[in-house]
């Protein structure tokens, strides 16, 4: 079946730019996410993806796809400790079901 | 708009009493999901509707789960009986099939279920 991969953990120090890298197996994939969870919430939607992009950028946040490679990333700016949490990539292919990665956990210490 | 809205928030049942978990999804959207998230095997997709109709229950891990959408806002989930493996964090998701954002699914904020 299709897959979604992330690393489980990143800790970066407060005003750094945080990578979060993702890569998926879909070849049919037609929009890439990224959610957000905070302790204790649901899943926020920070940004998406076409297929059909190389790039969008959103305030701090700049999400990359490399198609060939199926590789996405998500790089914040700035990183603040308010950005500490669980960041899942999730991807689109031609069914109406999203795949999630396992999530990257992101410290941002002072 | 409110958002995805689930109740109850928090539930705590003992082995073998049924448990209901509730979803409204934002309205006007034609799709509601139901997810589970556990620590072991991350987060799960267990069903999804399409303007009311189960579309894909291969996720419901068994017989004691069943889901129902009466209409296009309300939707339940239930466990009968439950077990304390069953203890996860429960989302409800919704989308519509137009719009910009089309394929984007919304989560409510989850009903944390422990069965003791």
């Known amino acids: 079946g299709e897959d979604v991969e992330q690393s489980l953990f990143l800790s970066v120090r407060e005003g750094d730019s945080s990578v979060i890298n993702c890569t998926y197996t879909d070849s049919s994939s037609t929009y890439l996410y990224w959610y957000k969870q905070e302790p204790g919430a649901g899943l926020q939607l920070l940004t998406y993806?076409?297929?059909?992009?190389d790039m969008k950028q959103d305030q701090r946040l700049t999400v990359l796809l490399n198609k060939k490679d199926k590789h996405l990333s998500l790089r914040i700016a700035d990183t603040q400790t308010g950005d500490s949490a669980i960041y899942f990539c999730?991807?689109?292919?031609?069914?109406?079901?999203?795949?999630f990665g396992t999530g990257t956990r992101l410290q941002v210490f002072p | 708009d409110a958002g995805v809205i689930q109740s109850p928030r928090h539930e705590v049942t003992e082995m073998g009493q049924e448990v209901t978990l509730r979803c409204k999804p934002i309205s006007g959207h034609d799709y509601l999901f139901w997810y589970r998230q556990t620590m072991m095997r991350g987060l799960e997709l267990l069903i999804y509707f399409n303007n009311n109709v189960p579309i894909d229950d291969s996720g419901m891990p068994e017989d004691r789960f069943s889901a129902k959408m009466p209409n296009a806002s309300f939707s339940t989930l239930k466990i009968q009986p439950s077990e304390p493996r069953d203890s996860a964090v429960y989302f409800c998701a919704s989308r519509s099939t137009g719009g910009l954002a089309r394929e984007t699914q919304y989560f409510g904020p989850g009903t944390r279920l422990l069965v003791l």
């Open positions: 999730a991807e689109k292919g031609n069914t109406d079901k999203l795949i």
């Open positions: 993806i076409f297929s059909n992009m």
